[in-house]
């Protein structure tokens, strides 16, 4: 490690001499889960108890990163490097890539940005816990992904067009993998693709429009990544599209979303399922409250439907920002089916320290499929579950 920041800071120095503005940046992140445990009768392997508690630690991250851009601003780029990319058997590309401004009215972007472009849910999605996702707090990106589609993080090309005051609009040829996970190895990022595979089933569009004192009208188009000139494709996905708008002008202190997504099928004859959502943000001094609630609803005759939500709020004291996230799911498979359900109950501190921060976490799921593995589902019947994280992290 000592010697890849050798080098950036050699390439910083060199590239000084070309671009205006040239940085390099860093963290590191470490956590520990000081206690885990799982409760409840396990069968006659425990003599009806349940597994001994385990503990266990990990690095979140630890990145170093070189951008820059040159005198007027219209190209730069970011080289972002992180130990969990370099550790794995197959490389994988994080943040790599150029962009550029021919004109003010368009930016050309071509690389990956593995941390997400062009995202639509301004109040679902990162800006909900700000960090630690997924093992200090309950979240699901994919889930609140779905219903406020538009975040792009593989390789590719994207065009923006700012034609009009207010007016943005992305259009994104995803030549990388674009679904499963891991999808930014070294194999998925050079993958090779039919030209009908790309062009169109594959495209993304998304686009937004600022209303001045009231707020923004989101769209979203994701391509399935068919081929639709395919003689076997008579009934298939085409893609999925969103609509949704968001404000933050209309009350002091006050955010809100509402938006929904559905998939659109070629020769289907069902209706195929609508996701809608939900989220509010409001905060006054030190006090603040967040909220965010989803349904995916079943448009065939089987029916079923699956809804989450969560509220959380939150406080500023002296040591730092408390916040109590109190959420739940309930799925029901069929119109026929009962109700399951399952909850969470998750206070965590976090702290901010000189060039670092702190945090620490109690997470407790009951008949919930996931917690720090980011998923929230149910699971009925699921054992109690506790988790004691602890986050620590510095920047440079």
Same mark, same amino acid.
């Given at each position: 490690?000592?010697?890849?920041?050798?080098?950036?800071?050699?390439?910083?120095?060199?590239?000084?001499? &070309?671009?205006?503005?040239?940085?390099?940046?860093?963290?590191?992140?470490?956590?520990?889960? #000081?206690?885990?445990?799982?409760?409840?009768?396990?069968?006659?392997?425990?003599?009806?108890?349940?597994?001994?508690?385990?503990?266990?630690?990990?690095?979140?991250?630890?990145?170093?990163?070189?951008?820059?851009?040159?005198?007027?601003?219209? /190209?730069?780029?970011?080289?972002?490097?992180?130990?969990?990319?370099?550790?794995?058997?197959?490389?994988?590309?994080?943040? &790599?890539?150029?962009?550029?401004?021919?004109?003010?009215?368009?930016?050309?972007?071509? +690389?990956?940005?593995?941390?997400?472009?062009?995202?639509?849910?301004?109040?679902?999605?990162?800006?909900?816990?700000?960090?630690?996702?997924?093992? *200090?707090? #309950?979240?699901?990106?994919?889930?609140?992904?779905?219903?406020?589609?538009?975040?792009?993080?593989?390789?590719?090309?994207?065009?923006?067009?700012?034609?009009?005051?207010?007016?943005? /609009?992305?259009?994104?040829?995803?030549?990388?993998?674009?679904?499963?996970?891991?999808?930014?190895?070294?194999?998925? #990022?050079?993958?090779?693709?039919?030209?009908?595979?790309?062009?169109?089933?594959? /495209?993304?569009?998304?686009?937004?429009?600022?209303?001045?004192? &009231?707020?923004?009208?989101?769209?979203?188009?994701?391509?399935?990544?068919?081929?639709?000139?395919?003689?076997?494709?008579?009934?298939?996905? *085409?893609?999925?599209?969103?609509?949704?708008?968001?404000?933050?002008?209309?009350? $002091?202190?006050?955010?809100?979303?509402?938006? +929904?997504?559905?998939?659109?099928?070629?020769?289907?004859?069902? *209706?195929?399922?609508?996701?809608?959502?939900?989220?509010?943000?409001?905060?006054?001094?030190?006090? +603040?409250?967040?909220?965010?609630?989803?349904?995916?609803?079943?448009?065939?005759?089987?029916?079923?439907?699956?809804?989450?939500?969560?509220?959380?709020?939150?406080?500023?004291?002296?040591?730092?920002?408390?916040?109590? $996230?109190?959420?739940?799911?309930?799925?029901?498979?069929?119109?026929?089916?009962?109700?399951?359900?399952?909850?969470?109950?998750? %206070?965590?501190?976090?702290?901010?320290?000189?060039?670092?921060?702190?945090?620490?976490?109690?997470?407790?799921?009951?008949?919930?499929?996931?917690?720090?593995?980011?998923?929230?589902?149910?699971?009925? $019947?699921?054992? %109690?579950?506790?988790?004691?994280?602890?986050?620590? +992290?510095?920047?440079?």
């Amino acid at each position: 490690m000592k010697k890849l920041i050798a080098i950036s800071v050699m390439i910083a120095l060199i590239a000084g001499a &070309v671009f205006a503005e040239t940085s390099v940046a860093g963290a590191i992140e470490s956590r520990l889960n #000081v206690y885990e445990g799982v409760f409840g009768d396990h069968g006659p392997g425990y003599d009806g108890g349940f597994p001994k508690p385990t503990t266990a630690g990990s690095f979140g991250t630890a990145w170093i990163a070189l951008s820059g851009n040159n005198d007027d601003g219209t /190209l730069g780029g970011m080289f972002r490097l992180r130990g969990q990319d370099i550790v794995e058997s197959d490389f994988r590309w994080h943040r &790599v890539f150029v962009w550029w401004k021919p004109i003010p009215q368009m930016r050309v972007f071509l +690389g990956q940005d593995a941390d997400g472009m062009f995202e639509t849910g301004q109040l679902t999605s990162w800006a909900f816990h700000q960090g630690s996702e997924s093992f *200090l707090t #309950v979240h699901n990106w994919d889930y609140w992904r779905n219903i406020f589609p538009g975040n792009w993080d593989t390789f590719g090309a994207a065009l923006s067009f700012y034609l009009v005051p207010g007016l943005d /609009l992305n259009l994104v040829i995803p030549t990388g993998q674009p679904t499963g996970w891991p999808r930014h190895h070294n194999a998925a #990022v050079t993958r090779k693709s039919e030209l009908e595979t790309i062009y169109p089933g594959s /495209l993304q569009l998304t686009a937004g429009y600022n209303i001045a004192d &009231v707020g923004k009208v989101a769209f979203a188009w994701i391509g399935s990544g068919e081929n639709y000139f395919a003689d076997s494709f008579e009934v298939g996905k *085409l893609g999925k599209i969103a609509l949704s708008f968001y404000s933050g002008a209309l009350v $002091d202190g006050l955010q809100f979303q509402v938006g +929904g997504s559905t998939d659109l099928w070629k020769g289907a004859d069902d *209706l195929a399922p609508i996701s809608v959502g939900a989220a509010v943000h409001f905060g006054m001094g030190d006090f +603040g409250v967040k909220f965010r609630a989803g349904c995916d609803l079943d448009m065939t005759d089987a029916g079923g439907m699956f809804i989450t939500a969560n509220v959380m709020p939150t406080y500023v004291t002296p040591v730092g920002k408390v916040c109590l $996230d109190i959420g739940g799911s309930f799925n029901k498979a069929n119109s026929d089916a009962d109700m399951d359900y399952g909850f969470w109950v998750n %206070p965590y501190l976090k702290t901010g320290l000189s060039g670092g921060y702190f945090q620490v976490g109690i997470m407790f799921l009951n008949n919930i499929n996931g917690g720090q593995g980011g998923n929230i589902d149910v699971k009925v $019947d699921d054992k %109690p579950r506790v988790y004691l994280p602890i986050v620590m +992290g510095f920047n440079f």
